[in-house]
Structures are given as structure tokens and as C-alpha cells.
């Protein structure tokens, strides 16, 4: 009965990966260019000591995983929205300072007029720097990632000014990864940039791609863990009982 309680204890532990994950893609359903994770992986550990040799433990294991299936495209209108094409990613400067991706595209201009990601990230030029927009000016963001901007002013007899273009990326060739930051890095490197491929890189501009996660999947998902849950705590619980149930024979005896 031992042996019972301690498998069922041990999968209630390992399963916790696949319940953050899970969540973690509920809560983000809305979240602009938001990707879900792959399912995480299981491996089995010999558990070591006296009395354990014949005990084996399942541990879950995930470096999060990008998928990169697209989500839905919306049309905005919104001259800083814009949705990377097939698996392009854009270059970015995390909190931390390192290189970073995204697919998130939904763009505005800092108090100071850096061009950041909706949520905080600031978005790197083809030099590497970020892309700072002059006061007042109307900014277009052309397929290629170009952006250029225009003196509202002078919008009948000036002609556009080219200011920079999007860090973009293939990330058809390389595998992705999920920081903390919930940004995107190559797996197991760091600050490290993709490798420029022959693929031509695009966006289109004023919309934006939704996340890929499907919610109603996600709520199905979440309730079968949720049983598998229950199950296994009814396991240790029956396990108890059956344990105190031969304990009582034996002190009757």
C-alpha cells in the first residue's frame, strides 16, 4: 500500500508542469501573438536509497517549447499594429538586455518615442539599437518591417522618411523557447540571434495575429487534470484506509 500511496504522490507532483501550462494558455487567450507551449514530457528516475530499489518515478520535464501554428489574423486599421507572415519573429530588448523574439505585434511609442511591444519590450532596428520616432511625426510600417515617417506638416510636399527597419527573423530552421519575461529565445541560448536564412522575412501591417490557443481545448484540457487530479488524491486516501483496515485486523487478532 505504501508503494500505491507514493506512485500516486509522485504523479500528482510531476503533473504540475502540465497544470501550468495549461493555465498559463488560458490566461492568455486573448494575449495578442501569444504561442502555446508543446505538451511537456515524461521520464522515468530510479528512485536511490535502502528499501527504494525497485521504486521507479515519473518526472516531467519541458523547456517550453514554442509551437508556432498562427493564430487568427485581425484586420485594425492601426498604423502600429502589425503580424509577422508565416514563422518570422521580431527582434526585441528584453528587461534584461539581452536579445529576445516575439511574435506579439501590437506596437506603440514610448514618453520618449522608442517604439516598444505592447508590453513593454522595445524593438530593435536592423543595427541591433532600438527605433526612436520624432515627436508628432505619422509613421508607416511598410511589409518589408521599413518604417517611415512623415512631418504632418509637410504631408503634401515632403516625401517619407525612411527612420529604420524591424529586426526580423525566420525561425523556420530553429526551435524556440519561452523566457520568464515571456519572451522568445532560441532553446538553450541566451542572447544569441537566428541565423540569417535565404527565406525572406515579412509582416502586414495595421493588423494583428491573435493567439493560438484554442480555448475551448484549453477548458477541456484543464478539466480532465482536474479529475486526474481527484483521482489520484482518492488513490492515497483509499490506500489509508485499506492500511488502517488491516492494521485494526491485526491489533484484533
Known amino acids: 500500500m505504501d508503494r500505491l500511496a507514493f506512485n500516486a504522490a509522485a504523479a500528482i507532483n510531476e ?60 484586420k485594425t486599421g ?24 516575439t511574435r506579439r505585434g501590437d506596437l506603440k511609442l514610448s514618453g520618449t518615442g522608442v517604439l516598444e511591444t505592447g508590453n513593454g519590450a522595445i524593438v530593435r532596428g536592423q543595427n541591433g539599437g532600438a527605433i526612436t520616432i520624432p515627436p508628432g511625426f505619422l509613421i508607416d510600417i511598410a511589409k518589408d518591417g521599413s518604417i517611415y515617417a512623415t512631418n504632418p506638416g509637410q504631408a503634401e510636399v515632403a516625401a517619407p522618411v525612411l527612420i529604420d527597419r524591424i529586426l526580423l527573423r525566420d525561425a523556420s530552421e530553429v526551435n ?61 486516501k483509499q490506500s489509508k484506509d485499506v492500511d488502517e483496515s488491516g492494521g485494526s485486523m491485526m491489533r484484533a487478532s
Open 15 to 74: 503533473m504540475r508542469t502540465g497544470r501550468q501550462m495549461t493555465t498559463n494558455e488560458l490566461a492568455n487567450v486573448a494575449t495578442p501573438g501569444f504561442k502555446r507551449s508543446f505538451e511537456s514530457a515524461m521520464m522515468t528516475l530510479k528512485v536511490q536509497g535502502a528499501g527504494f530499489e525497485s521504486r521507479l518515478q515519473p518526472q516531467a520535464f519541458s523547456s517550453d517549447n514554442i509551437n508556432m501554428k498562427p493564430g487568427v489574423i485581425m
Open 78 to 101: 492601426r498604423n502600429l499594429d502589425v503580424a509577422m507572415d508565416d514563422q518570422a519573429v521580431m527582434g526585441v530588448t528584453a528587461p534584461n538586455g539581452e536579445l529576445a523574439f
Open 176 to 236: 524556440l523557447e519561452r523566457r520568464e519575461d515571456s519572451l522568445y529565445r532560441i532553446v538553450g541560448k541566451p542572447n544569441e540571434d537566428i541565423p540569417v536564412t535565404g527565406k525572406l522575412t515579412t509582416l502586414s501591417p495595421q493588423t494583428l495575429e491573435g493567439s493560438n490557443v484554442n480555448a475551448m481545448e484549453v477548458m477541456v484540457k484543464l478539466m480532465d487534470q482536474s479529475r486526474t487530479f481527484e483521482m489520484q488524491v482518492n488513490v492515497i
